[in-house]
Nanobody, 125 residues
Framework: QVQLVESGGGLVQAGGSLRLSCAASGRTFRIYTMGWFRQAPGKEREFVAAINWSGSSTYYADSVKGRFTISRDNAKNTVYLQMNSLRPEDTAVYYC??????????????????WGQGTQVTVSS
Protein backbone atom coordinates (compact mmCIF):
# COMPACT_ATOMS: atom_id res chain seq x y z
CA GLN A 1 0.00 0.00 0.00
CA VAL A 2 0.99 3.58 -0.67
CA GLN A 3 -0.40 6.55 1.17
CA LEU A 4 -0.44 9.99 -0.44
CA VAL A 5 -1.09 13.20 1.47
CA GLU A 6 -1.49 16.51 -0.36
CA SER A 7 -0.99 19.97 1.07
CA GLY A 8 -0.61 23.52 -0.14
CA GLY A 9 -4.03 24.29 -1.54
CA GLY A 10 -5.87 27.51 -0.80
CA LEU A 11 -7.40 30.69 -2.14
CA VAL A 12 -5.43 32.88 -4.52
CA GLN A 13 -6.20 35.72 -6.90
CA ALA A 14 -5.96 35.27 -10.64
CA GLY A 15 -2.37 35.63 -11.78
CA GLY A 16 -1.04 34.36 -8.48
CA SER A 17 0.89 31.22 -7.59
CA LEU A 18 0.58 28.20 -5.35
CA ARG A 19 2.75 25.17 -4.73
CA LEU A 20 1.14 21.85 -3.95
CA SER A 21 3.04 19.08 -2.18
CA CYS A 22 2.33 15.37 -2.03
CA ALA A 23 4.10 13.22 0.56
CA ALA A 24 4.20 9.51 -0.16
CA SER A 25 4.62 6.79 2.43
CA GLY A 26 4.36 3.03 2.51
CA ARG A 27 5.83 0.84 -0.18
CA THR A 28 7.40 3.77 -1.98
CA PHE A 29 9.97 1.60 -3.69
CA ARG A 30 7.18 0.46 -6.01
CA ILE A 31 6.30 3.94 -7.19
CA TYR A 32 7.45 4.70 -10.70
CA THR A 33 5.22 7.51 -11.93
CA MET A 34 3.53 10.19 -9.86
CA GLY A 35 1.23 12.92 -10.97
CA TRP A 36 -1.67 15.26 -10.41
CA PHE A 37 -5.30 15.24 -11.47
CA ARG A 38 -7.98 17.81 -10.74
CA GLN A 39 -11.75 17.88 -10.56
CA ALA A 40 -13.87 20.99 -10.82
CA PRO A 41 -17.49 21.04 -9.63
CA GLY A 42 -19.75 19.24 -12.08
CA LYS A 43 -16.84 18.04 -14.21
CA GLU A 44 -14.91 14.81 -14.58
CA ARG A 45 -11.45 14.37 -13.18
CA GLU A 46 -8.82 15.52 -15.61
CA PHE A 47 -5.12 14.87 -15.95
CA VAL A 48 -2.82 17.76 -15.04
CA ALA A 49 0.79 16.52 -15.01
CA ALA A 50 2.98 13.48 -14.41
CA ILE A 51 6.63 12.75 -13.68
CA ASN A 52 8.62 9.55 -13.86
CA TRP A 53 10.58 8.03 -10.95
CA SER A 54 13.89 9.70 -11.75
CA GLY A 55 12.34 13.04 -12.58
CA SER A 56 13.89 12.96 -16.03
CA SER A 57 10.57 12.91 -17.87
CA THR A 58 7.45 15.02 -17.39
CA TYR A 59 4.17 15.45 -19.23
CA TYR A 60 1.51 18.15 -18.98
CA ALA A 61 -2.03 18.79 -20.06
CA ASP A 62 -2.20 21.46 -22.72
CA SER A 63 -4.30 23.63 -20.41
CA VAL A 64 -1.46 24.01 -17.90
CA LYS A 65 1.62 23.73 -20.09
CA GLY A 66 3.96 26.65 -19.55
CA ARG A 67 2.25 27.65 -16.29
CA PHE A 68 2.59 24.57 -14.07
CA THR A 69 5.75 22.62 -13.21
CA ILE A 70 5.86 19.17 -11.66
CA SER A 71 8.95 18.03 -9.77
CA ARG A 72 9.95 15.46 -7.19
CA ASP A 73 12.39 14.96 -4.35
CA ASN A 74 12.91 11.23 -3.93
CA ALA A 75 14.92 11.69 -0.74
CA LYS A 76 11.77 13.15 0.79
CA ASN A 77 9.32 10.94 -1.12
CA THR A 78 7.56 14.12 -2.15
CA VAL A 79 6.16 15.42 -5.42
CA TYR A 80 5.43 19.08 -6.05
CA LEU A 81 3.21 21.04 -8.41
CA GLN A 82 4.24 24.65 -8.84
CA MET A 83 1.30 26.57 -10.27
CA ASN A 84 1.92 30.03 -11.70
CA SER A 85 -0.30 32.47 -13.59
CA LEU A 86 -3.35 30.87 -12.06
CA ARG A 87 -6.73 31.39 -13.71
CA PRO A 88 -10.26 31.04 -12.33
CA GLU A 89 -10.69 27.95 -14.51
CA ASP A 90 -7.90 26.26 -12.51
CA THR A 91 -10.26 26.14 -9.53
CA ALA A 92 -10.67 22.49 -8.56
CA VAL A 93 -9.80 19.81 -6.05
CA TYR A 94 -6.30 18.64 -6.91
CA TYR A 95 -5.40 14.99 -6.35
CA CYS A 96 -1.97 13.41 -6.14
CA UNK A 97 -1.67 10.02 -7.84
CA UNK A 98 0.90 7.26 -8.08
CA UNK A 99 1.27 4.04 -9.99
CA UNK A 100 4.03 1.50 -10.55
CA UNK A 101 3.00 0.75 -14.15
CA UNK A 102 1.91 4.13 -15.50
CA UNK A 103 3.98 6.12 -17.94
CA UNK A 104 4.18 9.89 -17.76
CA UNK A 105 1.82 9.94 -20.74
CA UNK A 106 -0.81 7.93 -18.89
CA UNK A 107 -3.68 10.38 -18.61
CA UNK A 108 -6.60 8.09 -17.74
CA UNK A 109 -7.54 8.35 -14.07
CA UNK A 110 -8.48 4.68 -13.78
CA UNK A 111 -4.92 3.63 -14.59
CA UNK A 112 -3.55 5.11 -11.39
CA UNK A 113 -3.83 2.83 -8.37
CA UNK A 114 -3.10 5.26 -5.56
CA TRP A 115 -4.84 8.55 -4.84
CA GLY A 116 -4.56 11.20 -2.16
CA GLN A 117 -7.54 12.76 -0.44
CA GLY A 118 -7.34 15.95 -2.49
CA THR A 119 -6.65 19.59 -1.73
CA GLN A 120 -8.85 22.51 -2.78
CA VAL A 121 -7.45 25.24 -5.00
CA THR A 122 -9.65 28.28 -5.54
CA VAL A 123 -8.67 31.07 -7.91
CA SER A 124 -10.68 34.27 -7.65
CA SER A 125 -11.10 36.66 -10.55
Amino acid sequence: QVQLVESGGGLVQAGGSLRLSCAASGRTFRIYTMGWFRQAPGKEREFVAAINWSGSSTYYADSVKGRFTISRDNAKNTVYLQMNSLRPEDTAVYYCVADAQARVTTIRAEEYDYWGQGTQVTVSS
